[in-house]
C-alpha cells in the first residue's frame, strides 16, 4: 500500500462503526436510537448538469404548469366554498380525489429545497392558505377533497376506495411545507386534522381499529402521526401513529415469516416505513426486526433486475418465484417509491453498500426510467413483458397514484447521494451534484457523466483544515475492481466490490479523488429459472430493439386505470442492446 503521511486506505465493512449522529433521516431531531448516518438537508444539494437535473427541470416545468384552482376545487366544493374553475380530471374525480394535492405540496417543497427557485414556496404557501380557508368553514378539523361521509364508511367497513390513504398524502405534504419551506400554518392545519382524527378514532377499540385496517388501504397514516409527533414533540401523535399499525402485516414479520403471497403492495409498504419511523422516535427493537426482516425478504425474493416489485399491484407467487411474473403490469412505480424511503432509514441505521447498491439500480432502471423525456409525464407500471411499450400519464386527466408519487420521485434525486454523521462522509451514488455540509465548512462537487462512463471525480474543498472519513461505495456490479487517484497520484485500493473504500485524512485547501470502476456485461438470472436471464451492464438492465410500429397516441399517453395493451406481431428486426431508461 503507497503510505502517505496525512492518508490510509481500507477498507470497511459498512455499519459496524458506532459513530453517533446528531440528526435523522427526517429532520426533527428527535429520536431516541443513535443513527449511524443521516442524509444532507436537500438544501445543501444542488444538482449539476446530467440526466437527474434534466429530469428533475422536467418535473418542475410540469409542477409550475399544474393549476392550483383545479387542485383546490374539490376542497372548496366540500368546505362549502365558491369553486373557480373547474376541476382535474382522472382519479382526481373518483373517491381517491384530494391524493394529488399531497403529493403537489410535497414536491412544491422539495423542488424549493432543492433548486431554491422561491415559485414553489409561493405556490405552496398560497395552496395552504387556500386550504385553511376550507378547514374553518368545515369547523371540526377535518380536512379533504371528499366528505366525511367517507370516513363514517370505512370505520362502519362499508365500501369505500381508501380515504386514510388520501389523508396520508395531504397530512405528508403539509409536514413537508412546514419543513422545507418554514410555513407555520401548514403545521397548525396538520395539527387540526389530527386531533380531528384522534377524535374520531377514540371510540374504537383495538379490535374495531384493526377491522377498519384490514378493510380498506391506509397508506402511511403510521408515519404521517410519527412525523408530527417529529415536528411538534407532541406525544399524543406517536400514540396515535401506534394505532394505525396493522397487526395483520407485522405479526407474521416479527416471527420472520414471508405470508405476502396474495396481499396488495403498496399497502404494505408504507405501513412498514411508519413502523420504521416509529423505531427511530420510539426504539422499540422489535419495529426495527420487522423492518429490516421486510426489506431482506423484497429485496432478496421479490425483486425483478430492475429493482422493482410487484405485478398488477400485489405479490401473486411465492418467494423467488418470478419467472412466470413477467407482464404489462410489472412493479407498480409506487412501490418502488415507496421502497427507497425504506432503504433510506435502513441505511440511516446501518450504512451497508448493499442498501445504496439497491437504491442505484431502482434510480436508473425503474424511477429515471419512468418519466417521459419528450413531456415529463410519469409511468404507472414498468412493463417487463417482450413487446410491450412504456405508456404514461396525462397533463390533467389521470392523476394515478404514480403521478402524484412521480412528482416527489423527480424532486428528490439529491436526498441519497450523500449521507454524513459528524466524523464521516459517505459518497453512495454517482450523480453530479455539489454539495454544502456548513457544519464542516467543506464542499464537496461531485463530476462524472456515470453511466455514459463508469468514474467519477470529487473535489473537495475546505475553507480551513478539517479531518473526516470519506467513504466512497465500490458497486457490488464492479467485479472488475476500481482504482483510485487522489490530486492525481495513483492509490493502492484493496476495497471489494459491495463495500466502501476509505480515506482518512485532514482535508485542506483543495483535493480531488478520482475513482474509476469500469463496467461489464454480466446476466442476472431469475431465482427459479436459471435460463431466463436479464442482460445487465453494471448496475443498468439492458433492453432490445424490436422495430418500430405505428401506437396510437392514445396507447402511449393514457388516461385509464388499467392499461390494455394491444398484441401485435412486431417486425422481425435485428437486436440491439441499450439502456432502459434510454427506451421509450
Known amino acids: 500500500?503507497?503510505?502517505?503521511?496525512?492518508?490510509?486506505?481500507?477498507?470497511?465493512?459498512?455499519?459496524?462503526?458506532?459513530?453517533?449522529?446528531?440528526?435523522?433521516?427526517?429532520?426533527?431531531?428527535?429520536e431516541v436510537v443513535s443513527l449511524q448516518a443521516r442524509p444532507f438537508d436537500l438544501r445543501e444539494v444542488r444538482l449539476l448538469d446530467g440526466p437527474f437535473r434534466e429530469a428533475m427541470l422536467r418535473n418542475g416545468r410540469y409542477l409550475h404548469d399544474l393549476e392550483s384552482d383545479r387542485l383546490l376545487w374539490h376542497f372548496r366544493r366540500t368546505a362549502g366554498l365558491p369553486t373557480p374553475g373547474e376541476p382535474m380530471g382522472g382519479w382526481e374525480k373518483t373517491e381517491l380525489r384530494g391524493h394529488t394535492m399531497g403529493h403537489y405540496l410535497s414536491a412544491c417543497a422539495l423542488m424549493f429545497a432543492g433548486t431554491g427557485d422561491r415559485e414553489f414556496k409561493e405556490r405552496a404557501d398560497a395552496i395552504v392558505g387556500e386550504l385553511a380557508k376550507c378547514q374553518k368553514a368545515l369547523g371540526s378539523g377535518y380536512l379533504s377533497a371528499y366528505p366525511e361521509e367517507q370516513i363514517d364508511r370505512v370505520i362502519a367497513l362499508k365500501q369505500v376506495w381508501a380515504p386514510w390513504y388520501t389523508l396520508h398524502k395531504i397530512w405528508a405534504g403539509l409536514i413537508d411545507v412546514h419543513v422545507y419551506c418554514g410555513n407555520a400554518e401548514a403545521l397548525e392545519i396538520a395539527r387540526g386534522m389530527a386531533r380531528w382524527a384522534k377524535g374520531r378514532l377514540d371510540a374504537l377499540d383495538r379490535a374495531a381499529m384493526q377491522k377498519m385496517l384490514d378493510h380498506t388501504?391506509?397508506?402511511?397514516?403510521?408515519?404521517?402521526?410519527?412525523?408530527?409527533?417529529?415536528?411538534?414533540?407532541?406525544?399524543?401523535?406517536?400514540?396515535?401513529?401506534?394505532?394505525?399499525?396493522?397487526?395483520?402485516?407485522?405479526?407474521?414479520?416479527?416471527?420472520?415469516?414471508?405470508?405476502?403471497?396474495?396481499?396488495?403492495?403498496?399497502?404494505?409498504?408504507?405501513?412498514?416505513?411508519?413502523?420504521?419511523?416509529?423505531?427511530?422516535?420510539?426504539g422499540s427493537p422489535v419495529n426495527r426486526h420487522i423492518a429490516e426482516f421486510f426489506w431482506r425478504t423484497i429485496v432478496h425474493g421479490r425483486t425483478y433486475c430492475t429493482g422493482g416489485t410487484s405485478v398488477d399491484e400485489h405479490w401473486r407467487s411465492d418467494p423467488y418465484r418470478l419467472a412466470d411474473q413477467l407482464d404489462a403490469h410489472t412493479q407498480e412505480t409506487c412501490c418502488t417509491y415507496n421502497m427507497l424511503k425504506l432503504t433510506r432509514h435502513l441505511f440511516a441505521w446501518e450504512p451497508r453498500a448493499e442498501y445504496m447498491d439497491y437504491c442505484e439500480r431502482n434510480l436508473f432502471n425503474s424511477i429515471l426510467a419512468t418519466q417521459d423525456p419528450r413531456t415529463g409525464m410519469m409511468m404507472y407500471f414498468v412493463t417487463l413483458a417482450s413487446g410491450h411499450w412504456k405508456y404514461f400519464n396525462t397533463p390533467r386527466d389521470s392523476f394515478w397514484c404514480c403521478t402524484g408519487t412521480g412528482l416527489e420521485n423527480h424532486a428528490t434525486y439529491g436526498d441519497t447521494i450523500c449521507f454524513h454523521n459528524d466524523r464521516t462522509l459517505w459518497v453512495n451514488q454517482f450523480i453530479a451534484s455539489e454539495l454544502t455540509w456548513r457544519e464542516r465548512g467543506v464542499t464537496v462537487r461531485q463530476d462524472t457523466t456515470f453511466p455514459d462512463t463508469?468514474?467519477?471525480?470529487?473535489?473537495?474543498?475546505?475553507?480551513?483544515?478539517?479531518?473526516?472519513?470519506?467513504?466512497m461505495r465500490v458497486p457490488q456490479w464492479a467485479t472488475e475492481g476500481v482504482t483510485l487517484k487522489i490530486d492525481g497520484q495513483d492509490q493502492a485500493v484493496t476495497a471489494q466490490n459491495g463495500s466502501f473504500l476509505s480515506i482518512r485524512r485532514t482535508w485542506r485547501d483543495e483535493t480531488t479523488v478520482e475513482m474509476q470502476m469500469p463496467m461489464c456485461l454480466w446476466l442476472c438470472p431469475m431465482p427459479d429459472d436459471p435460463d431466463l436471464v436479464a442482460v445487465m451492464y453494471g448496475?443498468?438492465?439492458?433492453?432490445?430493439?424490436?422495430?418500430?410500429?405505428?401506437v396510437p397516441r392514445d396507447l402511449v399517453y393514457a388516461t385509464g386505470n388499467w392499461f390494455e395493451y394491444e398484441l401485435e406481431v412486431l417486425p422481425e428486426v435485428p437486436m440491439t442492446l441499450h439502456c432502459t431508461y434510454c427506451c421509450l
Open 454 to 471: 463508469s468514474a467519477t471525480k470529487l473535489t473537495i474543498r475546505a475553507t480551513a483544515p478539517t479531518e473526516f472519513e470519506l467513504r
Open 1 to 30: 500500500m503507497r503510505r502517505n503521511v496525512c492518508l490510509a486506505i481500507v477498507v470497511h465493512i459498512i455499519g459496524l462503526s458506532n459513530a453517533p449522529a446528531d440528526a435523522s433521516v427526517w429532520p426533527s431531531g428527535r
Open 539 to 550: 448496475p443498468l438492465v439492458l433492453a432490445g430493439e424490436l422495430g418500430k410500429v405505428d
Open 217 to 282: 388501504e391506509q397508506g402511511g397514516m403510521n408515519e404521517a402521526l410519527a412525523n408530527l409527533y417529529g415536528v411538534t414533540g407532541e406525544k399524543v401523535w406517536l400514540e396515535l401513529a401506534g394505532r394505525f399499525d396493522a397487526d395483520a402485516y407485522n405479526q407474521p414479520l416479527m416471527l420472520h415469516r414471508d405470508q405476502l403471497k396474495g396481499l396488495h403492495v403498496n399497502s404494505f409498504i408504507p405501513n412498514v416505513i411508519g413502523t420504521a419511523r416509529q423505531y427511530e422516535l420510539a
